[in-house]
C-alpha cells in the first residue's frame, strides 16, 4: 500500500465517480481503476461498489477511508512542518466547546510564538464534532467537559473512538447571568428560584444523545427553554431576556467585560473540563504549550472570582 494509492481512494470517495476523480488526478480512468482494485485485494475487501450511477463507499469502505483521510493529512502537517524550505511554521488546531477560558488561553498562546509564521485554527462547535474533529485529525485536542450525569457513558464513547480523555480541573456548577438580573447578587442559587427566568442552552445535533449536552441537567424539564448555538447569541439573549445557564462559573472578564456574572448553584453535581485526543498520540511542543496556557487561564479566573470553587486535577 503507498501514499498515492490512498490519495487515489480518497479522490474517488470525494467525488463518487471513478472518471471525475481520474481528472482531478491527471490520470487514465484505466489506470486508476486498476490501482484500487489492486489495493482492495491487498486489504482483502471492496471499498466501493460500482454502479451505473457511478461508484458507492461499502461499509468497510468507509471506515478504510476515515484512516486514509487521517493518514494523508498527517502527512500535510508533517511536510509544512518539516519539508518547507521557506520558514519554519508553528501549526496547531484545538477544537471546543462555548467556553470563553479557552480562546483566552489560545489568545495568550499565540501572542507568545515567536516565529515568522505560523497555521493556528480554534473552532469552537458542538459536542460531537469537537469528538469528530480529533477523531480525523482536523484538531490535535478537544476541550470537552463531563458531569455525573454523563461521564460513564462519554468515557465509554471515547473508548470506543480509542480517544483518551485527559482531565485538568473540576468545578461546582454555577448560574451565569446578566448584571442587571434580579438575582445577579445572590450568594447562591436553587433552581426553584430560576423557574420563572428564561433557560439557555446550546444545540447540539438532533442524532446526538442527551450526554453530549453541554449542560448539567440537560433531562431537567425547563418551563421556559430557549436553545442557541454560538456564545455570542447566549450573551446578548442572557441580557436581554434576564435569562440565565448553568456552568463552571467563569466570565472571563478580559474577554467578555463585567456584564455576566457567575452565582454559585445548590447542586450536588460536578464539572470536569478536561481534553481529548487520539490514543497512542503524543502531544506537539504546541498543544502542550496550549493547555499550560488554560491551566493559567483557569488560575487568573479563580483569582479575579472568589466564588469560584475549582479543583485542579493534573
Do not use: W
Amino acid at each position: 500500500m503507498k501514499l498515492q494509492q490512498l490519495k487515489y481512494v480518497i479522490a474517488v470517495a470525494d467525488t463518487r465517480s471513478m472518471n471525475e476523480a481520474a481528472k482531478q488526478l491527471f490520470i487514465a480512468q484505466p489506470s486508476l481503476s486498476g490501482s484500487i482494485k489492486e489495493i482492495e485485494k491487498e486489504l482483502g475487501f471492496e471499498i466501493f461498489n460500482r454502479t451505473n450511477r457511478g461508484v458507492e463507499v461499502t461499509k468497510e469502505g468507509a471506515e478504510f477511508i476515515s484512516y486514509a483521510k487521517q493518514v494523508m493529512e498527517q502527512v500535510d502537517n508533517l511536510e509544512r512542518r518539516f519539508f518547507s524550505p521557506e520558514t519554519e511554521t508553528s501549526i496547531l488546531s484545538v477544537s471546543e466547546q462555548h467556553y470563553a477560558f479557552a480562546v483566552a488561553a489560545m489568545i495568550d498562546f499565540i501572542e507568545e510564538q515567536d516565529m515568522d509564521s505560523y497555521d493556528f485554527s480554534m473552532r469552537e462547535c458542538q459536542t460531537s464534532e469537537v469528538i469528530d474533529d480529533v477523531k480525523n485529525l482536523r484538531s490535535e485536542i478537544g476541550i470537552l467537559s463531563t458531569n455525573n450525569f454523563n461521564e460513564k457513558v462519554m468515557m465509554r464513547f471515547l473508548k470506543d473512538n480509542r480517544m483518551d480523555y485527559i482531565p485538568l480541573f473540576r468545578s461546582e456548577p454555577c448560574v451565569f447571568l446578566p448584571r442587571s438580573h434580579p438575582l445577579a447578587g445572590a450568594k447562591s442559587l436553587t433552581l426553584d428560584q430560576l423557574t420563572d427566568y428564561p433557560y439557555l442552552c446550546y444545540q447540539q445535533k438532533n442524532t446526538d444523545s442527551l450526554y453530549f449536552s453541554e449542560e448539567i441537567m440537560s433531562t431537567m424539564d425547563h418551563r421556559k427553554r430557549i436553545v442557541v448555538n454560538d456564545r455570542a447569541t447566549i450573551f446578548n439573549m442572557l441580557a436581554g431576556l434576564n435569562g440565565y445557564t448553568i456552568g463552571t462559573g467563569m466570565t472571563c472578564t478580559r474577554l467578555n467585560g463585567k456584564a455576566i456574572v457567575s452565582v454559585p448553584l445548590e447542586l450536588d453535581e460536578q464539572i470536569t473540563i478536561g481534553y481529548i485526543k487520539l490514543k497512542n498520540t503524543v502531544l506537539s511542543s504546541q498543544a502542550k504549550d496550549y493547555i499550560d496556557k488554560l491551566n493559567k487561564t483557569v488560575l487568573e479566573e479563580i483569582k479575579q472570582q472568589k466564588t469560584l470553587k475549582i479543583e485542579f486535577l493534573k
